[in-house]
C-alpha cells in the first residue's frame, strides 16, 4: 500500500513475539540501512511491552556490531496482552511520539503484523513488517527468517539419534515445532530419511502409520524414526507412540521431544543473507513511502506485501511433491 511520502526522520525497530535465528541479522541490516540514509534509529525492548513500558534506547552502527552470527535478539521479545487493548496502544503510541519515533519496522510473526496493521490504522504511522519464525506459516513469502536454521538443528538432532537407533533396533518417535504448520516436520523429516512423517494439514490415521510401519519392518529394517509435528491431529509424539505401542511393539520404541532447542543457535549463512537483504528492504520501502506491508521472498526477489492480504490470505505452505517423495523415499 503506497501512500503520500511522509518525512521520515526516527525509525523504530522492535522484535515480538517467538524468537527466530536471523532476527538479529535483520536488526543489523534494518539499523545500518536506516543511518546511511541520513535517519535515526530507536531500539524498542521487548517488542509491544517496550513501547508501553517505555524502554526505548539510541542505536548507532555499533549498536549491531558482532551481532550477525548470534541466535535470538539483542532486542528481547514478548507477548503483550495489553497491547490488544485501545488503552494500551495509546500509551505505546504516546511514547512513541515522545521519544521522536514516526516509522516502524516490526520483525515478527502473524500476530507481530496483526499488532502492527492495528496500529498503523489507527494512528497512521508508517510500519513495515519482517517474517521472522522459523515455522514458515507467513503469507507472502516463500521463506521465513529462521526457518533454515530451525531445519538445520532438526536435521542434526535425527542424524545423532539415527545413530542410537539403529544400535538398538529401536523406533523413534521424534516431535518437532510445528502447531499449525508442518513445514518443518516434512522438510527436516525428507532430508533426515525419516520412515513416516506426521503433518498438521494432513491427517494421518494410527493404523495407516501402524500399517506403514509393519511394512518397513517386513523389509528387515533394524531402526526407524517417525518425526511428529507438534501439531498433528493424533498428539504429540508420546500419545502417538503410546497408540503405536498397543498394537505394534516389534520394536523398542522411545520418544524424543526437541522443544525449544530448535529455536537456539547460530543463524545458517542463508538466513544471514536473508535476513540482511529483508532488513535492507524494510527500510528503503519506508523510505519510498510505502506502509502497512511486510517484506518477502518470492524465488530469490524481494517483493513487499500489503499487511491486510497477508493476514487475510492462508496459502498452504506444504510441497505436495514433497509429501510424495516422502512417501517414496520410506520404502
Avoid at 503510541?93 to 498503523?120: C, K, Q, R, W
Avoid at 518397513?216 to 524414526?225: H, P, V
Avoid at 524494510?282 to 513511502?289: D, H, I, S, T
Wanted: hydrophobic share 40%; with cysteine; proline share 2%.
Amino acid at each position: 500500500m503506497t501512500n503520500q511520502v511522509k518525512e521520515i526522520n526516527r525509525i523504530g525497530i522492535f522484535t515480538s513475539g517467538g524468537d527466530a535465528p536471523g532476527m538479529n541479522a535483520a536488526i543489523r541490516a534494518a539499523v545500518r540501512t536506516a543511518l546511511y540514509n541520513g535517519k535515526k534509529v530507536t531500539g524498542i525492548y521487548h517488542g509491544y511491552q517496550g513501547m508501553i513500558e517505555n524502554t526505548m534506547f539510541e542505536m548507532n552502527s555499533r549498536s549491531v556490531s558482532s551481532i550477525i552470527q548470534k541466535g535470538g535478539t539483542i532486542l528481547k521479545t514478548a507477548r503483550c496482552m495489553e497491547f490488544r487493548t485501545p488503552e494500551g496502544r495509546k500509551t505505546a503510541y504516546e511514547n512513541l511520539v515522545n521519544a521522536g519515533v514516526d516509522a516502524l519496522v516490526a520483525i515478527g510473526g502473524d500476530g507481530t503484523f496483526t499488532g502492527a496493521e492495528v496500529f498503523s490504522k489507527e494512528y497512521d504511522i508508517p510500519v513495515m513488517c519482517i517474517p521472522g519464525t522459523i515455522d514458515n506459516d507467513l503469507n507472502g513469502t516463500d521463506l521465513t527468517i529462521g526457518y533454515d536454521t530451525a531445519n538445520n538443528t532438526v536435521i542434526d538432532a535425527i542424524d545423532k539419534i539415527r545413530d542410537t537407533a539403529a544400535s538398538h533396533n529401536r523406533l523413534f518417535f521424534i516431535e518437532v515445532m510445528g502447531r499449525d504448520s508442518g513445514c518443518i516436520a516434512l522438510n527436516a523429516g525428507v532430508a533426515g530419511g525419516a520412515e513416516a512423517i506426521l503433518l498438521p494439514e494432513k491427517e494421518t490415521a494410527i493404523d495407516e502409520l501402524i500399517d506403514m510401519l509393519e511394512h518397513a519392518a517386513d523389509r528387515n529394517k533394524s531402526s526407524m524414526i517417525v518425526i511428529v509435528a507438534e501439531g498433528d491431529k493424533n498428539g504429540g509424539a508420546k500419545d502417538v507412540a503410546r497408540r503405536v505401542n498397543e498394537k505394534f511393539d516389534y520394536y523398542d520404541t522411545k520418544v524424543s521431544i526437541l522443544g525449544h532447542l530448535q529455536r537456539g543457535g547460530a543463524p545458517s549463512s542463508a538466513d544471514r543473507v536473508l535476513a540482511t537483504r529483508m532488513g535492507y528492504a524494510a527500510v528503503n520501502e519506508l523510505l519510498k513511502g510505502n506502509t502497512r506491508a511486510t517484506i518477502g521472498i518470492r524465488g530469490s526477489e524481494i517483493v513487499t506485501t500489503p499487511l491486510e492480504e497477508a493476514l487475510s490470505k492462508k496459502e498452504l505452505k506444504l510441497n505436495e511433491d514433497l509429501v510424495e517423495i516422502a512417501k517414496i523415499m520410506a520404502l
